[in-house]
């Protein structure tokens, strides 16, 4: 894998969707010695498409100028060997014209093996399949059990490929937090989809953010300086983060509520004006008055503000 490459397969604008799920993939295999030249059997299994669609987005990978297939052929047995992809930041990036491109790849130079006729990979013969024209890819993952037809949901897959993207600059982001170079291939433990389903468990069971995983990170490389080997080296830190951001949240709440109690506690007694105002408010109405409601001290405060006469008071307290 190599940080670069995949960095480039993200800034292009031009595609989106599976097509940029597939440019991602081929730049996530790409080793910045040798190249990239996964099987059509592996890349389709990483993107989780049919190998008849696979070629699709490649032939319209390669009409965009962002890629060019290159097809190999064993120099001694004169087999045919796995495609070689050409990504548009290489040196020397050409493209092939579309006419010269079959559906597995551009013609080569040399002459494959005659006992393998020119390399077919349908599993059929030499020729061409005939479920696909000129493609010498049969579509295997054909389902001849006709399914009832479901309306694809647009709206959904462009939202779950901009989040797909999304996490792909986080995870970007966080190679960089982690010291990992632009431009260096990256170890084993941290390339293809477990590395990202064992960060994206960080989001999902710790709960914390992008931003605290970042920060997280960079606070590990003051005690460790050179980057980890894989995502589990982070483990410790990251349920340190949430423990601490649990704590923080659960002292603030009890915090909250000791405020609130001291403030009620400290909240100064109504005054004399206070309860005689509410107690001759009752006894001048016509609601229904308890004998013992209020002390005689109570009574001597409303008459003294002459808030009630001492007719209406004996009337109500006598009723």
């Given amino acids: 894998m190599s ?7 993200l800034d292009q604008r031009s595609i989106k969707g599976t097509t940029k799920i597939v440019l991602w993939h081929l730049c996530d295999r790409y080793n910045p010695e040798h190249g990239c030249f996964p099987s059509q059997e592996l890349l389709a299994y990483d993107c989780q498409v049919s190998r008849s669609g696979l070629n699709n987005h490649l032939l319209h990978l390669e009409k965009c100028g962002l890629v060019r297939r290159e097809r190999r052929i064993d120099p001694i047995t004169k087999r045919q060997m796995s495609t070689r992809y ?7 990036f050409t493209l092939a014209l579309s006419a010269q491109i079959s559906g597995d790849g551009a013609p080569s130079a040399e002459e494959p093996c005659p006992e393998f006729a020119h390399g077919a990979v349908s599993r059929i013969q030499g020729d061409p399949c005939p479920e696909n ?12 059990v006709r399914e009832p ?59 914390l953010t992008e931003d605290r995983i970042i920060k997280t990170a960079k606070e590990s490389r003051s005690d460790h300086p050179n980057p980890p080997d894989g995502p589990k ?13 649990a704590q923080g949240a659960a002292n603030a709440k009890t915090a909250g ?4 109690r001291r403030k009620s506690e400290t909240k100064p007694p109504p005054s004399d004006d206070e309860v005689a105002a509410y107690y001759a408010a009752i006894v001048n109405s016509d609601e229904y008055l308890p004998r013992d409601l209020f002390s005689s001290r109570t009574c001597g405060l409303m008459l003294d503000r002459g808030l009630v006469t001492p007719e209406r008071l004996r009337l109500r307290m006598g009723s």
């Fill in 3 to 9: 940080h670069k490459a995949t960095v480039w397969a």
């Fill in 86 to 92: 050409i990504l548009g930041f290489e040196d020397g």
């Fill in 133 to 144: 024209s000129p493609s010498r890819v049969q579509n295997l993952d054909t389902n001849l």
């Fill in 149 to 207: 037809l479901r309306e694809p949901v647009k709206e959904e897959e462009e939202d779950a490929a901009a989040r797909d993207a999304d996490f792909d600059r986080f995870f970007v982001d966080l190679l960089s937090a982690l010291g990992f170079a632009a431009n260096a291939p990256l170890p084993a433990w941290w390339q293809g989809w477990p590395a990202r389903l064992h960060v994206r468990r960080w989001l999902d069971d710790l709960g």
């Fill in 233 to 245: 080296a982070l483990d410790r830190f990251m349920e340190r983060a949430a423990q601490r951001d």
């Fill in 257 to 260: 509520k000791a405020k609130h």
